[in-house]
């Protein structure tokens, strides 16, 4: 089993950007699919971007497509959400989660995720 620690949220204002981590630690993340979810309040946890093992391929949702990215660096065991142009639409506690075994490809539902972090707030302001 894995642990995953989310940083970076924060409150921003309309158009800005952050960046979110995902730290993994209890054992190396660099073959695991990883995706990202995201909640707000009196909602379901719906699909952001996820990353393959390798990093070579990401799949979006489409209301954050051309927005976010996702990116990984294995040999510091972390991935990585670029968040440009964020919207107040955008505000949600997001999460990072990683597939339960090794070379699987990722999946838009969070059922399919073993592993999940505790989440970070991020708040978009208008």
């Known amino acids: 089993q894995v642990q995953l620690v989310e940083s970076g949220g924060g409150l921003v204002q309309t158009g800005e950007s952050l960046r979110l981590s995902c730290t993994a630690s209890?054992?190396?993340?660099?073959?695991?699919?990883v995706g990202w979810f995201r909640q707000a309040p009196g909602e379901d946890r719906e699909f952001v971007a996820s990353?393959?093992?390798?990093?070579?391929?990401?799949w979006y949702a489409d209301s954050v497509n051309g927005r976010f990215t996702v990116f990984r660096d294995n040999a510091k065991n972390m991935v990585y959400l670029q968040m440009n142009s964020l919207q107040p639409e955008d505000t949600a506690v997001y999460y990072c989660?990683?597939?339960?075994?090794?070379?699987?490809?990722?999946?838009?539902?969070?059922?399919?995720?073993?592993?999940w972090g505790q989440g970070t707030q991020v708040t978009v302001s208008s």
């Open positions: 989660a990683a597939v339960g075994k090794e070379g699987l490809q990722p999946n838009e539902r969070p059922a399919y995720y073993d592993d």
């Open positions: 209890g054992r190396t993340i660099g073959s695991y699919a």
């Open positions: 990353i393959s093992w390798s990093g070579g391929n990401q």
